[in-house]
C-alpha cells in the first residue's frame, strides 16, 4: 500500500513539473503577442513548479484556456498544434483544480486556521 501512494505523489509530482514547463513554454510563446498574458502564464508556470499554486489560480489558467480554445473555433483561426496544447493544457488545469493545490499553497483550508 505505501508503494502505491507513493508512486502516486511521483505521478502528480511528474504531472506538476510537465505542466508548469508546458505553462512557462506557453507564456513564453504568448509573450511576443500579448505581453500581459505571457506575463500571467510565465509567473504562473513558476508557481506552479514551486508548488505555490492553489486550486483557484489553477481554475483560472482553465477558464484561459477555455476562452482560447472557444476563441479559435469561433474565429476559424486554429492550427492543431495550438489547439491540442490548449486542450491539454485545459484538462491539466482542470485536474489540478479538482486534485488541490501545492505543498505551500495557500488554499481555502487555511481560512480554517484563523
Known amino acids: 500500500m505505501p508503494i502505491l501512494l507513493i508512486l502516486s505523489d511521483f505521478t502528480?509530482?511528474?504531472?506538476?513539473?510537465?505542466?508548469?514547463?508546458?505553462i512557462f513554454w506557453f507564456g513564453l510563446h504568448k509573450f511576443r503577442k500579448t505581453k500581459f498574458i505571457g506575463v500571467l502564464d510565465i509567473i504562473a508556470g513558476l508557481l506552479l513548479a514551486f508548488g505555490f499554486i492553489s486550486r483557484w489560480a489553477a481554475l483560472l489558467i482553465a477558464l484561459e484556456m477555455l476562452t482560447l480554445?472557444?476563441?479559435?473555433?469561433?474565429?476559424?483561426?486554429?492550427?492543431?498544434?495550438?489547439?491540442?496544447?490548449?486542450?491539454?493544457?485545459?484538462?491539466?488545469?482542470?485536474?489540478?483544480f479538482t486534485k488541490g493545490g501545492g505543498i505551500f499553497s495557500v488554499d481555502e483550508s487555511w481560512l480554517f486556521l484563523f
Open 12 to 22: 502528480f509530482l511528474f504531472l506538476r513539473v510537465a505542466f508548469a514547463t508546458v
Open 69 to 96: 480554445i472557444l476563441r479559435k473555433f469561433w474565429l476559424g483561426k486554429r492550427s492543431k498544434e495550438d489547439l491540442a496544447l490548449d486542450f491539454i493544457l485545459f484538462a491539466l488545469s482542470l485536474y489540478f
